[in-house]
Structures are given as C-alpha cells and as structure tokens.
C-alpha cells in the first residue's frame, strides 16, 4: 500500500502489510520530502524491489482511494497485491 502521510512532513511512504504480523515490522519506504508528486508505478516498482516484493503482473493496477482527513485536508491511499520477489 502506498499512503500520503498527512503529517507535518508530508511525505510519501510505501509499506508492505504482512498479515499475521506486526506492524512495526512492516517494510517501509519513505519518499524525501522533495517528492510532492505521486510516485509513478515504475518508482513504486523499483521501491518494491528493494524491500523484496513485485506486483504480481505488469498488468496489475493500484486501487486508489480518497478519504477526508483533518482539516478538510484529502488523504490518498493506494493499494495492490504484491508477492516476494524470489
């Protein structure tokens, strides 16, 4: 799942839920704060590759969602299955 944090820094983070599992131990991936745009799938891709997942197929597409978060402010969430990339 790929998220826009809607904290003070504002930055991009993509993160792996591995269910059962703690979420502390989730692998992670923060974008630097000078990433305002969306990730593109390719930089997405090559993020996944380095925390040792892969979007099933080239085809498979990221589900996105819109939520209303503090402040009126819009937070964006995307989604996809992934595999470990063995």
Do not use: N
């Not at 974008?31 to 799938?41: D, F, V, Y």
Request: hydrophobic letters at 35%; charged letters at 25%.
């Amino acid at each position: 799942m790929a998220q826009r944090m809607q904290d003070r820094r504002e930055v991009w983070c993509l993160y792996v839920c591995i269910i059962p599992g703690r979420v502390s131990q989730w692998p992670e991936y923060f974008w630097p704060a000078s990433q305002r745009a969306i990730p593109t799938t390719a930089q997405r891709d090559r993020v996944l590759r380095k925390l040792g997942y892969r979007r099933p197929s080239d085809f498979a597409s990221w589900d996105w969602q819109e939520t209303e978060g503090t402040g009126g402010r819009v937070r964006v969430f995307a989604s996809i299955e992934v595999h470990p990339d063995t």
